[in-house]
């Protein structure tokens, strides 16, 4: 089967990835996508990150009406920095029958150079780019380049920062995720200060 892999730290996830992975199921085509909450993203360290359980129950409701879509907790059972090279090596390992597509984000396409161990990773995985805004196609070395293929997908302003930062202002965060991830934000005051 191909598999799409949506790694992040959904802290929180929000319409902008939804979008990404139907787009890039529909287009590839894609038998699954496995959202695959990071529970301690390299990228992140400069900032605190809400409770993993928290992003990964959020994740979960945010798919759980998609019969394609399934949320991965692989990297919540490793110890330590969540990097895609180990994580894609065990699958690969794990499941040898499935084909693995990595989806990105323009912003990480622009950052896939200084990945650990990115040119093991290339061999393990194609990459999938959308696109975002802020972000164009960058140059990358030739062999990166010729691992990343791209979907497009409407551009969506939406981030995760400017959903914290709503919720710490006391805005609405209405139609920028599902209900169900808007609900669990406001049952557990997710982001409030
Ligand atoms: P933060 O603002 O905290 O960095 P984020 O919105 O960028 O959050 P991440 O969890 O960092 O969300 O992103 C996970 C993946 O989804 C990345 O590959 C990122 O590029 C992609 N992504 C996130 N938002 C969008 C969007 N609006 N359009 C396209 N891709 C997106
Ligand atoms: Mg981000």
Redesign the pocket.
Known sequence: MRIGI??????P??F??L??AERVRDELPLDYVWFMPAAE?P??HSRTVADPIHRLRMVEKAVVDHPKFCVSKLEFERQGTSYTAETMSILQKRYPEHEFYF??????VHDLPNWYRIQQLIQDVQFVG????GYGRPELPDAIAKRVRYVS?P????????I?RKRAAGKSVRYLVPEGVREYMEANRLYET
């Open positions: 949506m790694g992040g730290t959904f802290d996830i929000h902008g990835h979008i990404a993203p990228h992140k989806i990105v984000g323009a912003d990480m959308l696109n975002r805004p997908m551009s969506i302003g939406i981030t995760s920062t400017d914290r």
